[in-house]
């Protein structure tokens, strides 16, 4: 098995500081991988909103204009990575849906990563359907990078690879040997445990140290650790918490259950609450 190769990063800028940090990260990954960076924002589009020719005309006309001027802005950036980085830069500007616009570019592009700013949900509506890096992540077919924050000069120092107790506990395995061949990171094979099922624990550190053991064969620094809490999402964000400057690996398909998207699922507990960078993979296809 060998590592994914990054070659098309996609990074989604809203001109937010939260955008600043996700260019950060994406900037780092690019230079470690010498990817080709897409600088995307997208324009909500306002013309649905009117109920009258005139009011839709005006509508249709504004998006035009911020769209433009959006352009503008991602070929100033551009320009800046590019001077300072020295990486091959595109732009794009899109009026559209923010999620499922980006989601259209990554496919026609063939983007191998998604990285993304995130604050976490915001109000009841937020709360209930998850932020627009939340609603991304469910259901890219690229990996999604959320970041809260820059990355510090040395990188991702620590990988927290997330096992629940599932049968799919490799599905993740090549996109965290990815990261952790690229920055030389520290690989923390965590084994999740409800509070009320201490019995699967034993079951769990033999999960644990299989996943383990196929790092040390690829000459990756890995640990085994576990952690307990009420929910699994609890017991994950206890053990991340201690690693800011860390990257958290998730999987989207079993971490993301529809059935639970009104009641903090464990992918959406985890992306909102975290401190540290989440990547989240898509399911194998």
């Known amino acids: 098995m060998k590592p994914h190769q990054i070659r098309i990063i996609l990074v989604p800028l809203d001109f937010s500081r939260l955008a600043a940090h996700a260019l950060n990260h ?6 470690r991988s010498r990817a080709r960076v897409i600088l995307v ?17 005006a509508a249709l006309q504004l998006e035009k ?3 433009k001027e959006a352009g503008r802005r991602l070929q100033t950036i551009a320009r800046a990575v590019i001077q300072r980085s020295r990486l091959n ?11 499922a616009t980006i989601t259209k570019i990554a496919s026609a592009k063939r983007a191998d990563i998604i990285v993304m700013g995130t604050h976490g949900a915001s109000g009841l509506m937020e709360n209930l359907i ?9 259901v890219s077919r690229v990996p999604v990078l959320s970041v809260h924050r820059s990355l510090k000069q040395k990188g991702y ?7 629940r107790d599932r049968p799919r506990a490799m599905d993740k395995f090549l996109w965290a040997l990815t990261f952790a061949g690229l920055f030389k990171t520290r690989v923390h094979v965590v084994g999740l445990i409800r509070k009320d099922q201490k019995e699967r624990s034993e079951r769990m550190r033999t999960l644990c140290a299989q ?9 990756i620094d890995a640990r085994t650790a576990f952690s307990t809490g009420d929910q699994l999402s609890d017991a994950a964000i206890q053990y991340a918490k201690k690693l800011p400057d860390g990257l958290v690996v998730i999987t989207q398909d079993h971490d993301f259950r529809l059935m639970e998207l009104f009641k903090a699922p464990f992918s959406k507990k985890v992306l909102h609450t975290n401190l540290a960078s989440v990547l989240t993979i898509p399911p194998r296809r």
Not at 41 to 52: I, L, N, Q, S, W
């Open 89 to 99: 830069v595109e732009t794009i500007a899109r009026i559209g849906p923010v999620a």
């Open 65 to 67: 204009k911020m769209e």
């Open 157 to 163: 120092k620590h990988l927290v690879y997330l096992v």
């Open 211 to 219: 996943v383990r053991d196929k790092f040390l064969a690829k000459g």
């Open 26 to 31: 994406a900037e780092r990954l690019a230079r």
């Open 41 to 57: 924002h997208v324009v909500k589009p306002y013309a649905d909103a009117f109920g009258t020719i005139g009011t839709l005309s």
């Open 130 to 138: 998850g932020s627009t890096t939340f609603r991304l992540a469910a």
